[in-house]
């Protein structure tokens, strides 16, 4: 074991904090890794508050991971000290079940290890993620980081990039498709990308008059005010795919209504409230209303890899460890363009 310096959530009440505290050492298979970059995601925060219960305290979030490599085991392949290495949301799985055998970690029907918050299959304890100096993790679970990109970009990646990219290759966005994007924040800046340069025709539907010029900076074609009832009606039927990132109560019949024959609309934004569906916004057209979260490790890959050759990163602010509780407060109010991202070397403690 060595010491770890992080910042942790004591409670759900009290603001993160420094905290100390132990990381194995690293094992034949494992790769250490010290945190360079930490993006923030909106699941830090529920998880730090309980707002989805289930919360393990000292919790030190993050899964949103970039760094060095500083020491490797003995049964290591794929990496070497000095490699720019990433880690996401999972750092374990049983690795047995039909999922985990077809590449979708994320699906593991004995439940995937989150890389915080997670029961470690290790030391039987839970799990600390990227709000820290350093973090261990089995080479299964190490991610290879583009190396021609910026890795404060790449950070976010880890997540929202994911959580993005999956259901878009799943449902085949590309040449000839038109995809639709609801919500230009944290996870759906990275849709309007993605799809973009996956090669689809990329319709942005976003309450806010301010982000239209964003939205077409980012590749929308065309961006649509859902305040606007005429403009709406007028994507009726038209759409083949559409990512809903929007994370608080909307109406998605209205949404549902812009699908063509076969389409789907894929919810990734988590409101905490149920989505009324109306029944007759599905039957029609043979609608679909379906649910993605993250990818799997070698989907995963596939995506970093994609945003090297593509030169594909998240739009970032930078911020110190102890600005956490002033983003979480900004993460709110939608006020970020698109994701905070910590830089570690202002981690106390850090060297």
């Given at each position: 074991?060595?010491?770890?310096?992080?910042?942790?959530?004591?409670?759900?009440?009290?603001?993160?904090?420094?905290?100390?505290?132990?990381?194995?050492?690293?094992?034949?298979?494992?790769?250490?890794?010290?945190?360079?970059?930490?993006?923030?995601?909106?699941?830090?925060?529920?998880?730090?508050?309980?707002?989805?219960?289930?919360?393990?305290?000292?919790?030190?979030?993050?899964?949103?991971?970039?760094?060095?490599?500083?020491?490797?085991?003995?049964?290591?392949?794929?990496?070497?000290?000095?490699?720019?290495?990433?880690?996401?949301?999972?750092?374990?799985?049983?690795?047995?079940?039909?999922?985990?055998?077809?590449?979708?970690?994320?699906?593991?029907?004995?439940?995937?290890?989150?890389?915080?918050?997670?029961?470690?299959?290790?030391?039987?304890?839970?799990?600390?993620?990227?709000?820290?100096?350093?973090?261990?993790?089995?080479?299964?679970f190490v991610l290879r980081a583009p190396q021609n990109l910026d890795p404060a970009g790449v950070a976010p990646l880890l997540c929202a990039g994911i959580t993005t990219w999956s259901p878009l290759r799943h449902w085949g966005a590309g040449p000839g498709k038109t995809v639709g994007v609801v919500g230009l924040g944290g996870l759906g800046h990275m849709?309007?990308?993605?799809?973009?340069?996956?090669?689809?025709?990329?319709?942005?539907?976003?309450?806010?008059?301010?982000?239209?010029?964003?939205?077409?900076?980012?590749?929308?074609?065309?961006?649509?005010?859902?305040?606007?009832?005429?403009?709406?009606?007028?994507?009726?039927?038209?759409?083949?795919?559409?990512?809903?990132?929007?994370?608080?109560?909307?109406?998605?019949?209205?949404?549902?209504?812009?699908?063509?024959?076969?389409?789907?609309?894929?919810?990734?934004?988590?409101?905490?409230?149920?989505?009324?569906?109306?029944?007759?916004?599905?039957?029609?057209?043979?609608?679909?209303?379906?649910?993605?979260?993250?990818?799997?490790?070698?989907?995963?890959?596939?995506?970093?890899?994609?945003?090297?050759?593509?030169?594909?990163?998240?739009?970032?602010?930078?911020?110190?460890?102890?600005?956490?509780?002033?983003?979480?407060?900004?993460?709110?109010?939608?006020?970020?363009?698109?994701?905070?991202?910590?830089?570690?070397?202002?981690?106390?403690?850090?060297?």
């Amino acid at each position: 074991m060595f010491m770890c310096t992080g910042f942790a959530a004591r409670d759900s009440k009290t603001p993160l904090g420094a905290f100390s505290f132990n990381r194995r050492d690293p094992g034949p298979s494992d790769v250490l890794i010290e945190i360079q970059y930490c993006g923030v995601c909106h699941s830090d925060l529920h998880t730090v508050r309980n707002e989805w219960g289930g919360a393990l305290y000292p919790c030190v979030p993050g899964h949103e991971i970039v760094g060095r490599v500083t020491a490797v085991g003995d049964d290591v392949k794929k990496f070497r000290v000095g490699d720019i290495a990433a880690v996401g949301c999972l750092v374990d799985s049983c690795r047995s079940c039909e999922n985990c055998r077809e590449g979708l970690e994320q699906y593991c029907e004995k439940g995937a290890t989150g890389t915080y918050n997670g029961k470690d299959r290790v030391s039987g304890g839970h799990t600390f993620g990227g709000y820290s100096s350093h973090v261990v993790v089995t080479e299964d679970f190490v991610l290879r980081a583009p190396q021609n990109l910026d890795p404060a970009g790449v950070a976010p990646l880890l997540c929202a990039g994911i959580t993005t990219w999956s259901p878009l290759r799943h449902w085949g966005a590309g040449p000839g498709k038109t995809v639709g994007v609801v919500g230009l924040g944290g996870l759906g800046h990275m849709a309007v990308k993605f799809a973009h340069a996956l090669g689809a025709r990329v319709v942005l539907f976003t309450t806010s008059p301010s982000k239209v010029a964003d939205g077409k900076r980012l590749g929308a074609d065309e961006v649509v005010l859902s305040t606007d009832s005429t403009a709406m009606a007028a994507w009726r039927s038209k759409l083949d795919l559409i990512i809903d990132a929007v994370a608080a109560p909307h109406d998605v019949n209205v949404y549902l209504g812009m699908l063509r024959r076969d389409g789907t609309l894929v919810q990734v934004g988590a409101p905490d409230a149920p989505l009324p569906v109306n029944v007759f916004s599905l039957l029609p057209n043979r609608r679909r209303f379906a649910g993605s979260i993250i990818g799997g490790i070698a989907e995963t890959q596939e995506m970093l890899d994609f945003c090297g050759e593509h030169g594909v990163t998240a739009d970032i602010e930078m911020i110190a460890m102890d600005q956490i509780e002033n983003a979480y407060a900004r993460m709110l109010k939608s006020d970020v363009k698109y994701r905070f991202v910590i830089d570690m070397k202002t981690l106390p403690g850090a060297a």
